[in-house]
């Protein structure tokens, strides 16, 4: 039996499944693949996508980079048995497929080797290819993972050969899950190992500091767009202001619009919205669709590089903010928080965003947060202005009352 989620998000990885791509987006796949007595047996969720190279008629070259793999099928993906070990097996877009096999040894198990296949026939995504056939690219990895940990990397991990580049990112997987329950304990890449024992350059003149000093400054608002064929897709403008708590030391980060890199993907379910710059590896703002007429952020991802050289990461793809009708824009200009974490919130300033039905470019009608809606002001003051009217009204009948008998003595 094969449980799968697709899902537009960013966060770990695997040696054969590994990197940051601030340039490439795409679709993270997840397989939850259970046993006949519904346990599960294999556990993996990671991105991709491939660069392949082509010869034409004309006797030239050109470039295809897939990366959407909404359409993705698990058939033949399996949990291994005493002959044959576990499988990942992935079919998407038009004659595209995807295998990774695993095996096990002793204490340990091992990402053994890839398969990724490709059809020329298909006119649409070659449709000048010289050579028309199915070519299948076989790399074999063999890294070894302890039995009962599940592999984690953030960093990239790139595959060449035969003229196709495969990119591996955001990945967690476990092949052999013990008991049904997927492991807590993570066992990292080497990638990520060296990431978070970098050490920042600090002039010998001064003492590396301990803690980042606060931001109080409002954080300047930045204006970013995904684009697709269509044109663009996703509109957002905001300030963004990144509070973290590690080791109980709390760090605030302003981002810099100026300095920072935007990429994304629209889908008809869900967007993607993703930054990166020189200390953010990413930033994501996952949005989807509910109930066929309202859209809302799902999930939000972040990477990043801390003044101490360590790599904070974190993803929550269980929210519920900026809740709006689709063909409008969510608008809230007040300060908001969205709360990722209890070591991770945003605050964010002068939000606009419309991850859907994007017309020539421009923001639709805004629906604004409770915090920006005023007009409840109105009748609060007036109330307020009328309950101190009468209560002055009344003070002054009684203290009048008082004095019209103080006229009559008893003789």
Same mark, same amino acid.
């Given at each position: 039996?094969?449980? #799968?989620r697709l899902?537009?998000?960013p966060?770990?990885?695997l040696?054969? +499944?590994?990197l940051?791509?601030g340039?490439?987006?795409s679709?993270? +796949?997840?397989?939850n693949?259970?046993?006949? %007595? @519904?346990a599960t ?7 991709m996508?491939?660069t *392949?190279r ?7 070259? @050109?470039?295809?980079?897939i ?5 993705a099928t698990?058939n033949?993906?399996f ?6 070990g ?7 877009g ?7 096999? #695993?095996?096990?040894?002793?204490s340990?198990y091992?990402?053994? !080797?890839i398969?990724f !296949?490709?059809n020329t ?5 070659f ?8 070519f299948?690219i076989?790399?074999r990895?063999?890294?070894p ?6 592999f984690?990397? $953030?960093?990239?991990?790139? *595959? ?5 580049v495969?990119?591996?990112?955001d990945v ?7 008991n049904g329950?997927?492991?807590t304990?993570?066992f990292?890449?080497? &990638?990520? @190992?060296t =990431?978070t024992?970098?050490?920042p350059v600090?002039p010998?003149t001064? /003492?590396?500091p301990t ?5 109080k %400054?409002k954080p300047e608002?930045g204006?970013?767009?995904v684009?697709?064929s269509?044109g ?8 963004l202001?990144?509070?973290i ?5 709390a760090?605030?980060?302003n981002?810099?619009p100026?300095t920072t890199?935007v990429?994304?993907?629209?889908h /008809?379910q869900?967007a993607?919205l993703?930054?990166?710059?020189s200390n *953010?590896k990413?930033?994501? #703002?996952? #949005?989807?669709? &509910?109930n %066929?007429n309202?859209?809302? +952020?799902k999930?939000?991802?972040v ?8 790599v904070f990461?974190i993803t929550n ?6 809740d ?8 809230? $200009? @007040? %300060?908001?928080?969205v709360s990722?974490?209890g ?6 300033f002068?939000l606009?965003?419309?991850p859907f039905?994007v017309?020539?470019? &421009?923001y !639709? ?8 809606d005023?007009?409840?002001l109105i ?8 309950s101190?009217l ?7 009948y009684?203290?009048g009352?008082?004095?019209?008998y =103080?006229?009559?003595?008893t003789l």
């Amino acid at each position: 039996m094969v449980c #799968f989620r697709l899902s537009p998000a960013p966060g770990s990885g695997l040696f054969l +499944l590994c990197l940051v791509l601030g340039a490439v987006s795409s679709y993270a +796949l997840e397989l939850n693949l259970t046993n006949s %007595e @519904k346990a599960t047996c294999l556990y993996a969720k990671w991105q991709m996508n491939f660069t *392949i190279r082509y010869e034409t008629t004309n006797k030239t070259f @050109k470039t295809v980079t897939i990366s959407d793999h909404g359409t993705a099928t698990y058939n033949g993906s399996f949990c291994g048995d005493d002959h044959n070990g576990p499988k990942i097996a992935v079919q998407f877009g038009s004659g595209f497929s995807w295998t990774v096999n #695993f095996t096990k040894e002793l204490s340990a198990y091992s990402i053994d !080797s890839i398969f990724f !296949s490709y059809n020329t026939n298909d006119s649409t995504t070659f449709p000048d290819a010289k050579e028309k056939e199915v070519f299948t690219i076989y790399d074999r990895v063999t890294f070894p993972i302890p039995l009962n940990d599940i592999f984690r990397c $953030n960093s990239l991990s790139t *595959i060449e050969q035969n003229n196709v580049v495969q990119h591996y990112w955001d990945v967690h997987v476990q092949a052999f899950v013990q008991n049904g329950t997927v492991s807590t304990k993570e066992f990292l890449c080497d &990638k990520d @190992k060296t =990431a978070t024992t970098v050490v920042p350059v600090i002039p010998t003149t001064a /003492p590396a500091p301990t803690t980042t000093p606060t931001p109080k %400054e409002k954080p300047e608002v930045g204006s970013y767009a995904v684009k697709n064929s269509n044109g663009t897709c996703l509109l957002a403008t905001m300030g963004l202001q990144l509070n973290i708590t590690q080791d109980k030391v709390a760090s605030v980060f302003n981002i810099n619009p100026n300095t920072t890199d935007v990429t994304g993907s629209c889908h /008809p379910q869900t967007a993607l919205l993703r930054l990166n710059g020189s200390n *953010i590896k990413y930033l994501d #703002f996952v #949005f989807a669709v &509910k109930n %066929e007429n309202r859209f809302y +952020l799902k999930e939000v991802s972040v990477s990043m590089y801390l003044v101490n050289g360590s790599v904070f990461s974190i993803t929550n793809n269980n929210l519920s903010y900026w809740d709006a009708p689709l063909g409008s824009s969510y608008m809230c $200009n @007040k %300060e908001q928080t969205v709360s990722v974490s209890g070591t991770f919130q945003i605050n964010t300033f002068d939000l606009r965003v419309q991850p859907f039905s994007v017309m020539e470019g &421009k923001y !639709s009608t805004a629906q604004e947060c409770s915090l920006d809606d005023d007009t409840i002001l109105i009748p609060i003051i007036v109330g307020a202005g009328l309950s101190g009217l009468i209560i002055v009204i009344v003070i002054a009948y009684l203290i009048g009352r008082r004095k019209s008998y =103080a006229g009559y003595q008893t003789l």
